[in-house]
């Protein structure tokens, strides 16, 4: 197993509970962790045979156009649904940063999804 990670892509998304801080895309950091085989890329050295991190960046990217969010659970887990069903990992972990209280420097919701083929982990 191996692990992909994609730290604090800052992103502009309409997220917040009130409509005034829906009322503008707001700067977002999110950090995606995808737990993937690794095995056929490593012995093939072929991008077809892992997930292409550089596409997700630009998807996660336009994730947010048209759309909004009231809590950041829902945006974490709506993330966390799309890569599962679009790069099929065997799992995904989503953190979404936002920066609203003054007195944080920022809030976050992590929020983990393990896909249909994923060894379930004994503990």
């Known amino acids: 197993m191996a692990t992909i990670t994609v730290t604090d892509l800052e992103v502009f998304y309409r997220v917040g509970v009130t409509e005034a801080e829906r009322a503008h895309p707001q700067r977002l950091l999110l950090t995606v962790e995808l737990e993937v085989d690794e ?17 997700l960046t630009r998807q ?8 909004n969010w009231r809590l950041l659970e829902r945006l974490a887990a709506e993330i966390a ?37 994923a060894p379930v982990q004994p503990g």
């Open 39 to 55: 095995s056929a890329a490593a012995a093939t050295d072929d991008l077809a045979n892992t997930i292409d991190y550089y596409e």
């Open 81 to 117: 649904d799309f890569i599962l069903t679009r790069y099929r990992p065997l799992a995904v972990t989503v953190e979404v940063k936002k920066f609203v209280l003054p007195e944080a420097r920022h809030v976050s919701v992590r929020v983990g999804r393990r896909g249909p083929a």
């Open 60 to 67: 996660l990217i336009r994730f947010g156009e048209g759309r």
